[in-house]
């Protein structure tokens, strides 16, 4: 495999293009269970109906872990939505009709949302009486089995030549309530900054969802909390904003 392209570079990893193959290669410090998770993650996906290049292989390369999938040849949706400002409308509809469809696929191996995130609750730097909040929070909210991207954004959606999209990135997937995958995508688009359409956003996957605002705000403060384990310094202090919100208004 040749790994002169580089189409993305990331802190902890570096995606190559060699023909047909996207290359995603991770750094030696990096998690060996999460790139194998990550990997099964995928193949995963790849027995529903959501459209995602095919899982080919999963190996050492230099002594560094890689996944290899098919290379899909187009743009990526954040990429379209920075070239074609006019089509932002446009674009976001078929962003949120996209999530649905993957909404409504199930995957029953898939890890499940809630576990994942009351991990990430006792993971976090809150005090003992918010996370008790939080966790008392999330046991309340319904319990579902859709499937959740759970990083769903635009750069994660390739679109080809012929207007077709794909899906990609799924080292984040479980089966859960879409609400919450919804707050997770509103959160992303606040955190780069763009409140707009963040707000745009949400108020389109209410709508086309006929789902209650209040509904998915109720899980922001448990997908801030859960991102807040991530421990970017940058987010710290909107995270923790949005953590102790008790009920949203
Ligand atoms: N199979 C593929 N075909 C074409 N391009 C790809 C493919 N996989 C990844 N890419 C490109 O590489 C970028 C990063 O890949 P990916 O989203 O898998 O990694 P990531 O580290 O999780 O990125 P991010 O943190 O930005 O979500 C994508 O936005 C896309 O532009
Ligand atoms: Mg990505």
Known sequence: MKLDKVIATRPNKTVYRDGDLAIKVFERDYSKADILNEALNHARVEETDIRIPKLIEVGMIDGKWAIVTDFIEGKTLAQLMEENPGKKQEYLEMFVDLQLSIHREKAPMLNKL????????????????????????????????????????????????????????????????????????????????????????????????????????????????????????????????????????
């Not at 780069?192 to 705000?217: H, I, M, W």
């Open 114 to 249: 809630k576990d994942k995130m009351n991990r990430k609750i006792s993971a976090t730097h809150f005090d003992a009486t918010t996370r008790y909040d939080l966790h008392m929070r999330l046991e309340s909210m319904p319990k579902h089995d859709k499937v959740c991207h759970g990083d769903f954004n635009p750069s994660n959606v390739i679109i080809t030549a012929d207007g077709t999209p794909y899906v990609i990135d799924w080292a984040h997937v479980t089966q859960g309530n879409a609400s919450a995958d919804a707050a997770r995508t509103y959160l992303l688009f606040w955190l780069s900054g763009d409140v707009k359409t963040a707000d745009e956003y949400l108020n389109l996957f209410c709508k086309r969802s006929d789902t209650p605002k209040q509904y998915v705000q109720k899980w922001l403060p448990i997908v801030a909390a859960s991102q807040s384990v991530k421990g970017k310094p940058e987010e710290k202090e909107l995270l923790s904003r949005w953590v102790q919100v008790v009920d949203y208004e």
